[in-house]
């Protein structure tokens, strides 16, 4: 989703590698490309950040002139700024893109081919726009990120297809590094699913059958109490 967003490649033309590097600093995620016959294309690293300030960018443009030291190229910089730019001076130097409405880039001269932002801010049209729409991906990804819902439930948009597959990698993320506690959670991740199958129902029906989506509605709200 990353490489075809940014660089217009077909999928799987990219792989991620390792994020370490000589000096001991390590990115978040580097993608390289799969085959020696594309090494024109830049590496992308992606960095998912907090609080973005005058450290962190200080350390991720060491990571692209770590990058180019390796490659031999300059990388393309991602950053997904789950809370917020922590200064105005440095927001300041963060612009809108021309072909990429919920994406910022700044300067990256001598030290990446591009680098870009996105935030709670750069997507917030989008997202509260046309719900008849789904999502794009990659706004999916930061709006999923930055929403700060651990359940779908309350995600504004959890009907939306992206949205629910990164809800689902996420469980099955967490389902498969440790084992259930207790038949507490079990009963909790039930009663998730449950809602979820109904809040379908209510948006399916609600328009053509309102009987049927009112019954769905008071299942969710029985399953509630």
Known sequence: MITTTFLNVPKGTYMNTTTSFSDGTECDILYVPRSADLNQLPPVILEIQNVVNDVFMASAIQYCLNVYRRFHIYPILVII??????????????????????????????WAKNCFLLSKNSINTLVNGDDNQPLDPIVAFVHFLTSGQQSIIGNDHWDDPSIQMLYRIAKDIHS????????????LIKICETTGSQFTKIASA??????????????????SS
């Open 176 to 187: 498969g590094g440790e084992k259930k506690e207790n038949s507490t959670l079990n009963a």
């Open 206 to 223: 609600i328009l053509g059958e309102p009987k049927k989506a009112m019954k769905a509605l008071v299942a969710v709200m029985g399953t």
């Open 81 to 110: 700024c789950v809370d917020k730019i922590a200064s105005r001076n440095l927001a300041d130097k963060f612009t809108p893109t021309e072909d990429m409405p919920y994406c910022l880039q700044t300067c990256s001269t001598h």
